[in-house]
């Protein structure tokens, strides 16, 4: 890749990161790619606007949030923004679109991580992992056939809400599983789904004949509060749910009532609200619920490849060509 230029000035472009661990990959990528950068050692929106006036980009990572008072501090240069997530809820796209600054994210890569995750939680739930820990601590071992039963994975209903690409990861692992079936639910039918043997239903059949519910939908406005009390009233008594993709899409007390009154088995969730979750929150008292602070997407590697991408991302904005991963 060129190296970038400030086009108006000639002089190397400044970057912001403004999440102070960012993985030195994208760092270093862009300093060897001529780019000056400059490191937050907090993300906060104060400590953004106290640079972004003097940038070209900003390179950042959810939670933060890019701000209208973020924007409207930037300097007419600041046209590049990549964010290291493949989620882009914590950015107003609409806004970023009327300033004509591009946005880039960087999915694909963390596919196999989340992917491994959502199975993981699967598993941890449907075998009761937490709860087993507990009975260990709690000296309430006992010997006995019929305690601690779980649900099985092999000849279970897969119900998977998103058929994206992280959805599709996770088809591909469930299937090594022996399961009967998959279903899916979205906005279409994807060709995709036809080649991993899946069934394109509703949202209703999905959590009526789904044994596992996992949600890897992107959070909008559609999809916001969408796992609801309906939702969960219509899943069986034996059904684990689990969520990686972000915790507003879950009507988070209709889950907790599920799970207090065992009208569905168990879940496992790497996404919450609050994030991070009070360590008093009520969830955390729940033995039937694995949770896991957000970090699906989290191995060395994987993050070195985000953090990579999201710069490759930003060389691209600076030099006016189509990012890697255009969002806008
Ligand atoms: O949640 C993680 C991401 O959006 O990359």
Known sequence: ????????????????????????????????????????????????????????????????????????????????????????????????????????????????????????????????LHEGRLKIENNEWKSDYQWMLGQDICNSTVGIIGLGNIGQAIAKRMKGFDIKQILYTGHREKPEGKELGAKFVSLDTLARDSDFVIISVPLTKETEGMCNEEFFSKMKKTS????????????????????????????????????????????????????????GSATTNTRNEMSLLAAKNILKGLAGEEMIYPVV
């Open 1 to 128: 890749m060129a190296s970038a230029k400030n086009c108006s000035t000639n002089k190397p472009p400044k970057v912001l990161i403004a999440e102070p661990s960012t993985p030195r990959s994208g760092i270093s990528y862009l300093k060897e790619h001529g780019c000056q950068v400059i490191e937050l050692e907090k993300a906060t929106e104060d400590e953004v606007l106290k640079h972004i006036a003097e940038v070209d980009a900003l390179l950042l990572a959810p939670p933060l949030k890019l701000t209208n008072k973020i924007l409207d501090a930037a300097g007419c240069n600041m046209k590049t923004v990549a964010t290291v997530s493949a989620g882009y809820n914590h950015i107003d796209i609409d806004e970023l679109r009327k300033r004509g600054i591009k946005l880039g994210n960087t999915p694909r890569v963390l596919d196999a991580a989340v992917a491994d995750h959502a199975v993981m939680l699967a598993l941890a739930a449907a075998r009761r």
């Open 240 to 295: 684990v749910f689990v969520n990686i993709s972000r915790g507003q899409v879950v009507d988070q007390p209709a889950l907790i009532k599920a799970l207090k009154t065992n009208s569905i088995f168990a879940a496992g969730l790497d996404v919450m609200t609050p994030e991070p979750l009070p360590p008093d929150h009520e969830m955390l008292k729940l033995p039937n619920l694995v949770l896991t602070p957000h970090i």
